[in-house]
């Protein structure tokens, strides 16, 4: 897990070289490549999340994001202050995880920002201020319109 953790924080500061990538003899590394170019569309689709169930795949994640269209999903771990990304799949997200549940709506910061200031997914016939989210998670929601900033 602590390996993901290094991963993931050189990955965001922007610091990632050669050495930080194994290839192996198993084609597991040209799957990952493969599904890579669409992992930028998770946050504008439509997609689920549920508990990883472990089903002989030797992953170690604690949950799964992915879209409905069976090409890309996300595993990550739970973390202390912030959940991190472990693993791309190229598998369909409900083949992985149970229960599954609708994801609502998709949120975007910068990764130094504290607030959330883009919706990038509502799901169909939802409303953000509406939206089931705890407290801690709403206060920092400020989404820009052409008047201003909201909070929700």
Request: charged fraction near 25%; hydrophobic fraction near 35%.
């Amino acid at each position: 897990m602590e390996i993901a953790k290094q991963f993931y924080s050189a990955c965001l500061e922007g610091k990632l070289s050669e050495s930080d990538f194994e290839i192996d003899n198993k084609g597991k590394v040209q799957q990952k490549l493969i599904v890579l170019p669409v992992l930028s569309e998770l946050l504008y689709n439509n997609c689920m999340i549920g508990n990883f169930i472990n089903s002989g795949i030797c992953i170690k994640a604690d949950y799964f994001v992915g879209n409905t269209k069976a090409v890309l999903s996300v595993g990550f771990r739970t973390g202390k202050s912030v959940d991190f990304p472990v693993s791309l799949y190229n598998e369909d997200v409900r083949k992985l995880s149970k229960p599954t549940n609708k994801v609502l709506a998709i949120f975007v910061k910068n990764y130094q920002q504290q607030n959330y200031t883009e919706c990038t997914y509502l799901s169909k016939g939802q409303e953000i201020q509406k939206l089931p989210i705890s407290e801690s998670i709403r206060k920092n929601i400020q989404i820009e319109n052409k008047k201003g900033v909201d909070k929700i």
